[in-house]
């Protein structure tokens, strides 16, 4: 006995970098497992459609006129224990926040009590803000990854989970032996793969190549390697860090080739930041099908720079959205995509102004772009683009049921197209906005009581 459900109303999604798809009157059916087995363009009337064809279909979700169904958020890059202080500590360049702020925070992870909540609180805050997929690192204490994991798994959202590597260069208070670092990670990783759940994917996670020891590093390229896992860090974010970056690796090349060195860039690597590149280290990620997480809200707040994002994707290189939770002030990919909206019109104007020593021609981002990034770009990024990303018949029902009713965050007017609704969303909407949101067919957030 088949039991599918059908979303019926406006759908949109991306198709690629360059096409936005906006159907109107569409009809989207997942099974029960929350699979799409089926996506029709421009139905006019769906009791005439569903007479017509039998898809087995046990509920049936019509859209209003106000509303739209988009995939849901890939955040690329967030710290999940740095949510306690975040829009906290906004006065200080990395590594002076990192020594500030971020090291005592984390430090409290130690407690799994502590832990519990914290991740409780920061894993409910990203679904509502309709994050349905995040990257997270958490802190270099085992038992607490394990909690995060636990609670990731209840909540129902789909992750990368990282717990953080650090053996050199930190706090006395927050620092792992090598044998300890490697030790916890591999069973960090056995963790996370004994849920068998298709939503959680371990990932190695040295916090970046200061903290980290050769040796350290070559153990988790190795771990990386045996278990056919990602490896997420940070790269090129500030000028200092770079500097101390290099100093403590004078054989490698440049900061890239430190993690190309010790065999942490693979396709499935992907590096946060990545503002502060030479071309050979650009065409090195693109020669090793690296990804990049832009977080240009963190960029901004720790003043570590404006990323160029537009010279990653001449490149061919898959780029996602991070928020950086807490670099980044804001839990939102609505707020990334206007970070990056932002910092894109600053590159626009440093071209123009002569700032850059370069052409005075650059292409800004324009919306329909900022949106793949938060979606299907977000999804590449973490090898997941035949999971999730758009609405493909065969991936998973990753989506926002996105209202925008009056008395919420957007206006909508009558002369208003859906493309205008849906780019009004982009730059005005926010959680409010968010009747339902769905990872793999299951609601795991929303205003609405249910569905
Ligand atoms: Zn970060």
Same mark, same amino acid.
């Given at each position: 006995?088949?039991?599918?459900?059908?979303?019926?109303?406006?759908?949109?999604?991306?198709?690629?970098?360059?096409?936005?798809?906006?159907?109107?009157?569409?009809?989207?059916?997942?099974?029960?497992?929350?699979?799409?087995?089926?996506?029709?363009?421009?139905?006019?009337?769906?009791?005439?459609?569903?007479?017509?064809?039998?898809?087995?279909?046990?509920?049936?979700?019509?859209?209003?006129?106000?509303?739209?169904?988009?995939?849901?958020?890939?955040?690329?890059?967030?710290?999940?224990?740095?949510?306690?202080?975040?829009?906290?500590?906004?006065?200080?360049?990395?590594?002076?926040?990192?020594?500030?702020?971020?090291?005592?925070?984390?430090?409290?992870?130690?407690?799994?009590?502590?832990?519990?909540?914290?991740?409780?609180?920061?894993?409910?805050?990203?679904?509502?803000?309709?994050?349905?997929?995040?990257?997270?690192?958490?802190?270099?204490?085992?038992?607490?990854?394990?909690?995060?994991?636990?609670?990731?798994?209840?909540?129902?959202?789909?992750?990368?989970?990282?717990?953080?590597?650090?053996?050199?260069?930190?706090?006395?208070?927050?620092?792992?032996?090598?044998?300890?670092?490697?030790?916890?990670?591999?069973?960090?990783?056995?963790?996370?793969?004994?849920?068998?759940?298709?939503?959680?994917?371990?990932?190695?996670?040295?916090?970046?190549?200061?903290?980290? #020891?050769?040796?350290?590093?070559?153990?988790?390229?190795?771990?990386?390697?045996?278990?056919?896992?990602?490896?997420?860090?940070?790269?090129?974010?500030?000028?200092?860090?770079?500097?101390?970056?290099?100093?403590?690796?004078?054989?490698? !090349?440049?900061?890239?080739?430190?993690?190309?060195?010790?065999?942490?860039?693979?396709?499935?690597?992907?590096?946060?930041?990545?503002?502060?590149?030479?071309?050979?280290?650009?065409?090195?990620?693109?020669?090793?099908?690296?990804?990049?997480?832009?977080?240009?809200?963190?960029?901004?707040?720790?003043?570590?720079?404006?990323?160029?994002?537009?010279?990653?994707?001449?490149?061919?290189?898959?780029?996602?959205?991070? #928020?950086?939770?807490?670099?980044?002030?804001?839990?939102?990919?609505?707020?990334?995509?206007?970070?990056?909206?932002?910092?894109?019109?600053?590159?626009?104007?440093?071209?123009?102004?002569?700032?850059?020593?370069?052409?005075?021609?650059?292409?800004?981002?324009?919306?329909?772009?900022?949106?793949?990034?938060?979606?299907?770009?977000?999804?590449?990024?973490?090898?997941?683009?035949?999971?999730?990303?758009?609405?493909?018949?065969?991936?998973?029902?990753?989506?926002?049921?996105?209202?925008? !009713?009056?008395?919420?965050?957007?206006?909508?007017?009558?002369?208003? #197209?859906?493309?205008?609704?849906?780019?009004?969303?982009?730059?005005?909407?926010?959680?409010?906005?968010?009747?339902?949101?769905?990872?793999?067919?299951?609601?795991?957030?929303?205003?609405?009581?249910?569905?």
């Amino acid at each position: 006995m088949t039991s599918n459900t059908v979303f019926y109303g406006t759908l949109i999604h991306s198709l690629s970098l360059a096409e936005l798809e906006v159907i109107n009157n569409g009809v989207l059916i997942i099974n029960d497992k929350g699979i799409i087995i089926h996506l029709e363009r421009n139905v006019p009337d769906l009791n005439a459609f569903l007479l017509k064809h039998d898809f087995g279909i046990t509920k049936i979700h019509r859209l209003n006129p106000h509303q739209f169904l988009a995939p849901g958020f890939v955040d690329t890059h967030a710290h999940a224990p740095q949510y306690v202080f975040s829009g906290l500590g906004m006065d200080l360049p990395l590594l002076d926040w990192l020594n500030t702020y971020t090291f005592p925070a984390e430090s409290s992870f130690k407690s799994v009590e502590y832990a519990e909540k914290a991740y409780t609180k920061v894993v409910s805050r990203f679904l509502r803000n309709g994050t349905t997929t995040c990257s997270w690192f958490a802190t270099i204490h085992l038992n607490a990854c394990q909690s995060l994991t636990d609670i990731i798994e209840r909540l129902g959202q789909r992750a990368f989970i990282g717990k953080v590597n650090m053996d050199q260069n930190s706090p006395d208070y927050y620092v792992e032996t090598t044998e300890g670092s490697l030790r916890d990670t591999r069973l960090f990783i056995d963790y996370v793969n004994s849920k068998k759940s298709s939503l959680l994917t371990p990932v190695i996670t040295p916090r970046f190549a200061i903290s980290c #020891t050769s040796e350290l590093m070559l153990g988790l390229g190795k771990l990386a390697k045996e278990y056919d896992v990602p490896v997420q860090s940070h790269l090129c974010e500030n000028h200092d860090e770079i500097e101390f970056t290099c100093s403590l690796f004078p054989d490698s !090349a440049n900061y890239t080739a430190i993690y190309d060195d010790h065999n942490l860039l693979t396709d499935k690597s992907y590096m946060a930041h990545c503002v502060h590149m030479k071309d050979d280290e650009v065409d090195m990620l693109a020669a090793k099908s690296v990804g990049v997480s832009h977080c240009a809200n963190s960029n901004f707040s720790i003043h570590s720079g404006v990323c160029d994002v537009r010279r990653f994707l001449k490149k061919g290189i898959k780029v996602g959205l991070g #928020t950086d939770v807490a670099g980044g002030f804001s839990p939102s990919v609505l707020d990334s995509i206007r970070s990056s909206f932002m910092a894109s019109k600053t590159m626009k104007i440093m071209h123009r102004d002569g700032m850059t020593g370069g052409s005075k021609e650059y292409e800004p981002l324009v919306p329909s772009e900022l949106f793949y990034l938060a979606t299907l770009g977000g999804a590449k990024v973490l090898g997941l683009e035949d999971t999730i990303g758009n609405f493909a018949v065969g991936k998973s029902l990753d989506a926002l049921w996105v209202d925008l !009713a009056e008395g919420g965050p957007v206006d909508i007017f009558e002369n208003d #197209t859906n493309t205008q609704m849906f780019e009004k969303f982009l730059f005005l909407g926010n959680d409010q906005s968010l009747l339902h949101v769905f990872v793999q067919g299951r609601r795991v957030a929303g205003t609405a009581t249910s569905i």
